[in-house]
């Protein structure tokens, strides 16, 4: 191996760098690789030009990525192959039972002795454990904690109340089983009662739409038709509500003087919201063509006004015009529920951006999304979709 400049980086100079490639010397790169920056160290060992991960510049500072560069040479000096020592050293190390192996090695159990009455329950429970409670199957059992229980639940939590309820007993049954046969101690991050309901809402106390019947998304396309074909104001609102995934107080109350139809949004006032702060809803083209018709029948300052009374329209008149399309089992307001289930099922979106076009404020994270301008360009995409899935 060749004798170059060592120590060459700074801290500093690394981060006002936008290089994607930066050499400290002795062999030691710091390279970008997708949106983060690793370190690697390049050696050659029996004509062989080989390249070892030494880490993540987020985890691995200058100096300690220079003093594991610094072992790996030494080792090749000595004729040693670093990565091949450092499989060797991981494959020899007693590997940590993960929650994953854990909890589908206690549904086997289950299923072999009989706990369970029907095939129902066991689908039930490989369900939650390989698809919700994905984000935390490669954790060792032993390191699950409250945060990791909050990952998988909160997806769910207020959007599919039930479902998140069960798999939250679903991983406390998991860890109190495996803390019996002492793969864990402590107490159950897993747990309600004096642990996650003091983090977590409630069931009874969500903001309702966990109570309201929803249609399932994949009846949206033939319901709209449906609603469609439908005369009257009431059946046009609805129509507005359901693509705009605005509450139906706030799409009933709608003033010609909210809307940007150039810039294509609708502001809806702090003193109309129910979290009493100002939403701005992107409007897909399906929506702008809507509003233009609506605004060619136009007879006073709301747009959806009662043909007698010339004021907004009331909620009896949504759940009409939603029982006369097909859908009286279910409420104007549970289609807000049907649009979360789409974003998260069909539309892949992250989770602040759904929420966001939903006006829930739910942590940091989600009011800072939604403060970015480019939170507002990516639910204006998202409601061009889901405009499209709909019709």
């Known amino acids: ?59 691995v500072g200058l100096a300690d990525a220079r003093e594991r560069a610094a072992r790996a040479r030494e080792m090749v000096r000595a004729g040693i192959d670093p990565i091949r020592d450092k499989r060797q050293a991981l494959a020899e190390q007693p590997q940590p039972t993960t929650f994953g192996e854990y909890a589908d090695s206690f549904i086997d159990e289950a299923v072999k002795h009989g706990r369970w009455r029907g095939n129902k329950t066991e689908a039930r429970w490989r369900n939650m454990i390989a698809n919700h409670a994905a984000p935390i199957r490669h954790r060792p059992i032993a390191d699950i904690d ?28 998991v860890l109190d089983a495996a803390r019996v046969e002492k793969l864990r101690t402590g107490d159950n991050p897993a747990a309600w009662r004096g642990n996650l309901e003091h983090v977590l809402h409630k069931p009874a106390k969500l903001e309702g739409e966990g109570h309201h019947a929803a249609m399932p998304h994949d009846q949206m396309k033939d ?12 059946a046009r609102c609805l129509e507005f509500t359901i693509l705009t995934a605005a509450r139906s107080g706030s799409a009933r109350g709608a003033l010609w003087t ?26 897909s083209a399906a929506v702008v063509e809507l509003l233009d018709r609506m605004k060619a029948e136009s007879i006073n300052e709301y747009v959806f006004p009662s043909v007698r009374s010339g004021k907004p329209l009331s909620d009896m008149a ?32 992250p989770r602040e951006i759904a929420e966001a076009a939903l006006s829930h404020a739910v942590g940091d994270a989600v ?9 507002l360009q990516r639910r ?12």
């Not at 998140?164 to 679903?170: G, N, Q, T, V």
């Not at 038709?225 to 005369?231: D, F, N, P, T």
């Not at 909210?258 to 701005?280: C, L, Q, S, Y």
């Open 1 to 59: 191996m060749g004798i170059h400049t060592q120590n060459v980086l700074t801290v500093k100079g690394i981060a006002a760098s936008k290089s994607k490639k930066l050499r400290d010397g002795g062999g030691l790169w710091l390279v970008q690789k997708g949106d983060g920056r690793y370190w690697i160290f390049s050696y050659t060992l029996a004509g062989r030009r080989r390249e070892m991960g030494v880490g993540p510049l987020h985890t």
């Open 146 to 173: 409250i945060d990791d229980v909050k990952t998988v639940l909160r997806p769910l939590w207020g959007v599919k109340q039930e479902s998140a309820e069960k798999l939250r007993e679903c991983i406390e049954r």
């Open 223 to 234: 319901f709209m038709k449906s609603l469609a074909g439908l005369q009257g104001v009431s």
């Open 258 to 283: 909210e809307f940007d139809f150039k810039g294509k949004i609708w502001t809806v006032p702090a003193a109309r919201m129910k979290t009493g702060k100002t939403h701005r809803v992107p409007l």
């Open 318 to 349: 949504l759940g009409k015009a939603l029982a006369s399309a097909g859908g009286g089992e279910y409420t104007p307001h549970g289609f807000r529920s049907t649009f979360r289930d789409w974003a998260t099922e069909v539309a892949h979106v």
């Open 367 to 375: 009011e800072r999304s939604y403060a970015r301008s480019d939170a």
């Open 380 to 391: 204006h995409t998202l409601m061009e979709q889901w405009a499209k899935y709909c019709l």
